[in-house]
Each structure stands twice: as structure tokens, then as C-alpha cells.
Nanobody
Framework: VQLQASGGGLGQAGGSLRLSCAAS????????MGWFRQPPGKEREFVAT????????LYDDSVKGRFTISRDNAKNTVYLEMNSLKPEDTAVYYC????????????????????WGQGTQVTVSS
């Protein structure tokens, strides 16, 4: 599966940005699509994930209630709507795909994902 992320940029605190991730190739083998982020000087961390079949979602507590992950199966695209942005949301955001049929809680871990898109920078100014 090849992944192409887009939509990053500069946002203001309290504002919104939307990221997109288009999947191509063996998309039928994909079970979930997720978003991770890597803040400056920190490790990459889980943000959200969504199951293709039924739209089941999982969020990190730091973004719950502010970010929404959604998918368009017809377009093989996953979105991350980011609202009420905070400066601490500044990071390089990565989309990833997993074909592993495991309990959803395990899909907070990046090692469960086999395909990764290039990162897209999100910078939130205060």
C-alpha cells in the first residue's frame, strides 16, 4: 500500500486544519488507517486510527474531542480534521496503514503498521 499525505501547514491556536491521506496499491489488504505525529525533539506518537470496514475509531486522549478521523472508502482516503488547535499539536504528521487483524487497542503502536506515508508538517502558532 502506498500512502500520500497532504494538507499540513501553518495554523493558529484555536483554529483548524485538515489532513488527507490517499491510499493506492493493495488497498484491499488494509485493515485500518492511522495517524501518528512526531513533535520536535520527541518520539513519534499515536494520534488516531480508523477501521475501514465499519469506521470504528480510536483516539489518543490528547486529541480526543478536538480531532476527528474519518474515511472515504470510495476514494481510499482517510482524513484528520483538527480543531481547537494548540501549539503542542505542532509536529510532523504521518499516516500509516495496517493489515493486521488485531484488537484495536494494539493499533496505538506504530510497529503494528506496515506502510507509511511521507510526513506532513503542521505548525500551530500561539
Amino acid at each position: 500500500v502506498q500512502l500520500q499525505a497532504s494538507g499540513g501547514g501553518l495554523g493558529q491556536a484555536g483554529g483548524s486544519l485538515r489532513l488527507s491521506c490517499a491510499a493506492s496499491g493493495r488497498t484491499f489488504s488494509s485493515y485500518v488507517m492511522g495517524w501518528f505525529r512526531q513533535p520536535p525533539g520527541k518520539e513519534r506518537e499515536f494520534v488516531a486510527t480508523i477501521r475501514w470496514s465499519d469506521g470504528y475509531t480510536l483516539y489518543d486522549d490528547s486529541v480526543k474531542g478536538r480531532f476527528t478521523i474519518s474515511r472515504d472508502n470510495a476514494k481510499n482516503t482517510v482524513y484528520l480534521e483538527m480543531n481547537s488547535l494548540k501549539p503542542e499539536d505542532t509536529a510532523v504528521y504521518y499516516c500509516a496503514a495496517s493489515s493486521r487483524r488485531v484488537p484495536m487497542f494494539r493499533l496505538r503502536v506504530e510497529s503494528e503498521y506496515g506502510s507509511w506515508g511521507q510526513g506532513t508538517q503542521v505548525t500551530v502558532s500561539s
